[in-house]
């Protein structure tokens, strides 16, 4: 399952490119648009989601644009 990150103020506009169990995403820290991640800094990237199916593993790729 793929996410595709695209950051924005007031919520964090995102685009599944699963099955649609992503229901929400939150930076920490994240109040402008686009949110500025700095190097050698710790984020927190909260997914939220519904399993489509029991599963006992889960696996996530994340991607984002970095630069444009």
Do not use: Q, R
């Amino acid at each position: 399952m793929a996410v595709l990150i695209v950051a924005a103020s007031a919520g964090i506009p995102f685009k599944d490119c699963g099955h649609s169990e992503v229901t929400n995403v939150a930076i920490t820290g994240c109040t402008t648009s686009p949110c500025t991640l700095h190097k050698g800094k710790e984020v927190t990237i909260d997914i939220e989601y519904t399993a489509n199916a029991d599963s006992a593993k889960a696996e996530w790729s994340l991607h984002a644009i970095v630069g444009g």
